[in-house]
């Protein structure tokens, strides 16, 4: 089963900017599926964060951007904070197999 | 405000049959607006789509669980069903029901997730 494919870890300092990748392929990203993101704190449900390859709902920070290209997409985390720590994950839908939602494996985000 | 709340029993045996229920308050579940999903979570792992049903009844599943997948809509009862045969072990896991938005596709509600484990 095909899916996207994200780093298992990042870290950074607080007040920096950190980026989260999210790699694709023909069949999901790459073939124009919007890209959405969740943020999920241990025991916690997965919360909505970007939907849309960009879109922040209400109550986000705008320290929290998407975006996307070809088969790609990104997260981005801009002034790191400490309550950011947290695990992220990609989500979007892929036309093979009679078509199906994919997720990415998620990735850990550390504030050192 | 729409909540999703999931039911069900949190011990299967295993080759027993996962039955889980959404109930849904604030909203209706029978509207052209959204589909309904259920994701799982192992332990430790990441997130994995199961379905999605839509109020007519129509529904899609992942490829990898498809032949053990059921998904209903009861909108009697304002809830949607998950319902996984022939378990092991590899599929406990934190069961979570969502709103699904259209035509995007993303997943907004969730419930609060309920542990579903697989043992003797």
């Known amino acids: 089963q095909s899916g996207l494919t994200q780093p298992p870890s990042v870290s950074g300092a607080p007040g920096q900017r950190v980026t989260i990748s999210c790699t694709g392929s023909n069949s999901n990203i790459g073939a124009g599926y919007d890209v959405h993101w969740y943020q999920q704190f241990p025991g916690r449900t997965p919360k909505l964060l970007i939907y849309?390859?960009?879109n922040r709902p209400s109550g986000v920070p705008d320290r929290f951007s998407g975006s996307k290209s070809d088969t790609s997409a990104s997260l981005a985390i801009t002034g790191l904070q400490a309550e950011d720590e947290a695990d992220y994950y990609c989500q979007s839908y892929d036309n093979s197999l009679s078509g199906h939602v994919v997720f990415g494996g998620g990735t850990k985000l550390t504030v050192l | 405000q729409m909540q999703l709340q999931e039911s069900g029993p949190g011990l299967v045996k295993p080759s027993g049959t996962l039955s889980l229920t959404c109930t849904v308050s604030?909203?209706?579940?029978?509207?052209?607006?959204?589909?309904w999903g259920w994701i799982r979570q192992p332990p430790g792992k990441g997130l994995e789509w199961i379905g999605s049903?839509?109020?007519?009844?129509?529904?899609y599943y992942s490829p990898s669980l498809k032949s053990r997948v059921t998904i209903s809509v009861d909108t009697s009862k304002n809830h949607f069903s998950l319902t996984l045969t022939s378990v092991t072990a590899t599929d406990t896991a934190v069961y979570y029901c969502?709103?699904?938005?259209?035509?995007?596709?993303?997943?907004?509600?969730w419930g609060q997730g309920t542990l579903v484990t697989v043992s003797s």
């Open positions: 849309g390859d960009s």
């Open positions: 969502a709103r699904v938005q259209l035509p995007q596709y993303w997943f907004v509600p």
């Open positions: 049903v839509f109020h007519t009844g129509d529904s």
């Open positions: 604030g909203g209706s579940v029978d509207t052209n607006a959204y589909y």
